[in-house]
C-alpha cells in the first residue's frame, strides 16, 4: 500500500517542481523513509521474530488494521439509530488513530538523525520539508485506509452509494481533526517539559496504549450489556454534542434519516465540514511552524547537554544493606539506575504490572458466582480467597522483569564485564537479581498486600509471605536453568532464547500448581506460617548459590 500510494502522490511531480521541490531526490528520500518504516518494530506489536531481528511484515501490520476497523465496523450494525452508531465507530477510530500516531510514529517525528545526512548533501530545504510532510500523509493514510475500509464497505452495501462517498468525506474529517489534536498534545507536551521528558512522555504513552488496548479487549466485553447498548439514543445527551466524532456523525445523519429531528444535528454537521478546513489552517500556519522548531531543540539539547545521573542515595542504601561484597553492590546500584533510564526497558516492563490486575478482574468476572450481577459479585468477594490467585498471579512480573533485564540495544557495552577484575560474575547477576526484586517485584508486592490486607483483613499476612518466597524461589530456578547471561548483554532479538521462555512457562505452571495446593492448605493458619518461614530459608540459600557462578558457566553473545 505504501508504494501505491507513493506512485499516487508522485503523480503531482509538475506541482512539485513549481514549488521548488527537486521530484528524483523527493522520491529518494521517500522510498529511503518508507523502506526504513518496514523495518522498525511497530508499537501495538513490538515483538520480533525468534532468533531475527527483522519486524513483523507491514502487510500483517496493515490486516491487524483491516481487522481492528472491522470489529469497529460492528457498532454500524448494532446500533439501531445510525446517529449513535456512527458516533460509536468514528470515537473509536478516532481514538485508535490518535493513539497510533503517539505512540508509533513519534519516533520518527522526533528522530532527526537523518537531517545528519540528508542537509550535508545538495538537497534545498522545500525538498527535505516536502519529504516529510508526505512521509507523514503515507503513514496516516496507511493507517486510515485499513481502518476505514470495512466500515466503507459496510456503508456502501447498507446506505447505498451516495452514503459511501459521504463516508469517505467523514473519514477525511475524522483523520484531520486526529492531526490537529496530536499537534496540540506535541506542543502543550514540549511546552511544560524538557525534550528528554517529552521523549519519556511518548515512552510512557506507549505504555498506556499497550495496557489499554489488553484491557479493552478482556474486560470490555464483560462489562457491556449489548442488547442494552445497542437500544441507546446518544442524542438524547447533550454533551455529546460537544464532540467531534458527533460531529462527523451528524453529516451521515442527515443523509441517510432526513427525518431525524434535532436543534443540533445542522449546527453539528456544519462544524464537521467546518472543524477540518480551520484544523489545516491551524496546523499548517501556527502548529507547524513551532512544532519544527522544537524538534530542532530536541536535536540540539540532546547533543550538547549530558544526561543528568539521577539521584542514588536510596539505592546505595539498600544495596548496603542487601549485598555482600562490592561487586555485588555495584551490580545492584547499575541495574537500579539503568531500569530508571533506559525507555526499551520501561515500555517492556511495566504494561505487566498492569497485566496482572487485568487478568484478575477478567478472572474475578468469568470465574464464579455465575449469575450474579457486578456488584453482587464485588459484595461477596471478602468471603472468597481470590488473593491467592492474585498472589501468585505476581510471577508474571518477575519473570518479564528478569527477561527484559538482558536485553538491550546498546548491548556492546556489556565489555565493560569482561574487563574488569571480578572473579565470580554470579556477584553480578546476583546484584542485579536483588535490584529487579526490590525495586520491582517487592514494591508491587507491597501494593498487592495493602490491597488484600483491605479487602480480606489482616490474616492473610502468612499466605502473603509464603506466597511471595514461593513466587521468589520458583522464578530463581528457573534463572538458575536458563539465566547465566550478564544483564544488558544481549540484544533484543537474541535474548529471547526458546529454552528461557519454554523453562519459565514450566516454572510458572509449577508456581500455579503450588498455588492451588497453598489454597487448599491457607485454612490452617500455623501451617501456612511454618510453610512461609521454610520457604524463607530456602530462597536465601538458593540466592547464595545464584551468586557463586563463575565465567565458565556465564552465555556470552557471539552474533558481531
Not at 445497542?230 to 460531529?247: M, Q
Request: with cysteine.
Amino acid at each position: 500500500m505504501s508504494n501505491f500510494l507513493l506512485k499516487f502522490l508522485l503523480l503531482f511531480n509538475p506541482l512539485y517542481r513549481r514549488m521548488g521541490v527537486n521530484p528524483v531526490q523527493l522520491r529518494t528520500l521517500l522510498h529511503t523513509k518508507l523502506l526504513i518504516d518496514k523495518r522498525r518494530p511497530r508499537a501495538i506489536s513490538n515483538r520480533k521474530k525468534e532468533g531475527t531481528s527483522a519486524p513483523i511484515s507491514p502487510i500483517w501490520q496493515s490486516i491487524l488494521y483491516v481487522f481492528m476497523g472491522g470489529l469497529y465496523a460492528l457498532t454500524l450494525t448494532v446500533f439501531k439509530m445510525p446517529l449513535s452508531g456512527h458516533f460509536v465507530y468514528f470515537t473509536m477510530l478516532m481514538v485508535t488513530l490518535v493513539l497510533l500516531l503517539i505512540s508509533d510514529f513519534t519516533t520518527v517525528l522526533i528522530d532527526v538523525r537523518d537531517n545528519y545526512i540528508v542537509l550535508p548533501r545538495p538537497v534545498n530545504d522545500q525538498t527535505v520539508s516536502l519529504a516529510r510532510i508526505l512521509h507523514i500523509v503515507i503513514y496516516i493514510l496507511n493507517i486510515v485506509l485499513a481502518l476505514g475500509l470495512a466500515g466503507l464497505v459496510y456503508t456502501f452495501v447498507a446506505d447505498g452509494p451516495i452514503a459511501g462517498c459521504m463516508f469517505v468525506l467523514e473519514i477525511f474529517c475524522a483523520t484531520i481533526l486526529s492531526v490537529l489534536f496530536v499537534n496540540l498534545i506535541y506542543l502543550v507536551v514540549l511546552k511544560l517539559t524538557t525534550p528528554r521528558q517529552f521523549k519519556d512522555f511518548i515512552a510512557y504513552f506507549q505504555v498506556i496504549f499497550s495496557v489499554l488496548i489488553f484491557a479493552c479487549y478482556y474486560l470490555l466485553p464483560r462489562l457491556i450489556d449489548m442488547s442494552l447498548l445497542a437500544k441507546a439514543d446518544l442524542s438524547n445527551y447533550r454533551v455529546i454534542w460537544f464532540l467531534p466524532a458527533t460531529w462527523i456523525a451528524a453529516l451521515h445523519e442527515i443523509l441517510v434519516n432526513p427525518l431525524f429531528k434535532s436543534s443540533f444535528l445542522w449546527p453539528a454537521a456544519v462544524l464537521a465540514v467546518v472543524s477540518p478546513l480551520l484544523s489545516l489552517w491551524l496546523i499548517v500556519k501556527v502548529f507547524a511552524p513551532g512544532f519544527n522548531q522544537k524538534l530542532s531543540g530536541i536535536s540540539s539539547s540532546e547533543a550538547h547537554r549530558p544526561e543528568q545521573a539521577p539521584n542514588s542515595t536510596f539505592s546505595a542504601r539498600l544495596a548496603a544493606i542487601f549485598t555482600s561484597g562490592k561487586t555485588e553492590n555495584a551490580a545492584f546500584r547499575m541495574a537500579w539506575t539503568l531500569s530508571s533510564r533506559l525507555r526499551e526497558f520501561k515500555v517492556q516492563t511495566y504494561p505487566s504490572f498492569a497485566y496482572v490486575i487485568v487478568y484478575f478482574v477478567y478472572f474475578f468476572l468469568t470465574v464464579g458466582n455465575k449469575g450474579l450481577s457486578l456488584r453482587e459479585k464485588f459484595e461477596h468477594l471478602g468471603e472468597s480467597k481470590s488473593y491467592i490467585i492474585l498472589i501468585y498471579l505476581t510471577g508474571f512480573v518477575l519473570t518479564n522483569v528478569c527477561l527484559n533485564m538482558v536485553r538491550s540495544e546498546k548491548y556492546k557495552s556489556a565489555w565493560v564485564y569482561f574487563v574488569a577484575p571480578v572473579a565470580f560474575p554470579g556477584q553480578i547477576i546476583s546484584g542485579t537479581y536483588k535490584a529487579v526484586v526490590l525495586k520491582f517485584f517487592s514494591s508491587f508486592f507491597l501494593f498487592i498486600s495493602i490491597v488484600s490486607m483491605y479487602v480480606w483483613g489482616p490474616l492473610v499476612i502468612n499466605d502473603l509471605l509464603f506466597g511471595y518466597f514461593n513466587v521468589l524461589i520458583f522464578n530463581l530456578i528457573a534463572n538458575l536453568f536458563t539465566s547465566n547471561q550478564l544483564p544488558f548483554s544481549f540484544p533484543t532479538a537474541a535474548a529471547k532464547s526458546s529454552k528461557r521462555w519454554f523453562v519459565s512457562l514450566i516454572m510458572l505452571f509449577l508456581q500455579f500448581a503450588i498455588g492451588g495446593l497453598h489454597y487448599f492448605l491457607c485454612r490452617w493458619e500455623m501451617v501456612i506460617w511454618g510453610l512461609a518461614l521454610l520457604s524463607a530459608f530456602a530462597f536465601f540459600f538458593m540466592i547464595r548459590r545464584y551468586g557463586r557462578q563463575q565465567w565458565s558457566e556465564i552465555s556470552v553473545y557471539e552474533g558481531d
